[in-house]
């Protein structure tokens, strides 16, 4: 059966997920039940399974949700800035701010960086289509990697601060810090 087709399924879908979240809140991600999900939302584990394979996959579809989420934050026929780029970044994962941190504390971001590997490439073309700017596919890949790659271990650090920067305050370090390292200079 098709969740998105039915509007009970969806619905039950959407108390799956969200019963997942809470109990993430309460204890470890891998001490966590399909049972547990299941009651936790007071619906059967028929009903789970009718919907998901397992807790992974549930987990997944939700990464999957807000990665279409996020792929919705930008819009094809407009030519984004680094720094807007890294500004709408950081202000997304500050709107899911809670959800990144439980993924951080049951060791989980990780998720966060395979997905955003995947939908990485799609804003690039969104965004940039084809300036060639890359002379191989294989030169692009490894920059979007390596630009995922710091986006995330700076989000897994602005995640754990207590009073971290704002969306736009952390763009302008990472702007700074990127034009200093092209000058190689330390200071303004």
């Not at 026929?77 to 780029?85: C, D, V």
Request: proline residues 4%.
């Amino acid at each position: 059966m098709n969740p998105l087709k039915n509007p009970i399924a969806e619905q039950s879908r959407q108390w799956l997920i969200q019963s997942l979240l809470d109990l993430m809140s309460k204890k470890e991600y891998s001490e966590i039940t399909v049972t547990e999900i299941a009651e936790h939302a007071q619906l059967s584990r028929r009903t789970f399974y009718r919907i998901f394979n397992s807790k992974e996959e549930l987990l997944e579809q939700y990464f999957l949700t807000i990665s279409n989420e996020y792929v919705s934050c930008f819009d094809k026929s407009t030519s984004y800035s680094l720094k807007e780029i890294i500004d709408i970044f950081f202000t997304f994962c500050e709107k899911h701010i809670d959800f990144l941190r439980l993924l951080q504390k049951n060791h989980l971001l990780y998720y966060l960086l395979e997905q955003f590997n995947l939908i990485l490439p799609v804003i690039h073309d969104m965004v940039r289509g084809d300036q060639g700017i890359y002379q191989t596919p294989l030169e692009k890949k490894i920059a979007l990697l390596a630009s995922a790659g710091a986006l995330w271990n700076i989000l897994s650090e602005w995640l754990q601060m207590e009073e971290r920067p704002a969306p736009e305050g952390i763009s302008e370090i990472i702007l700074t810090a990127i034009e200093r390292n092209k000058k190689g200079r330390s200071s303004p």
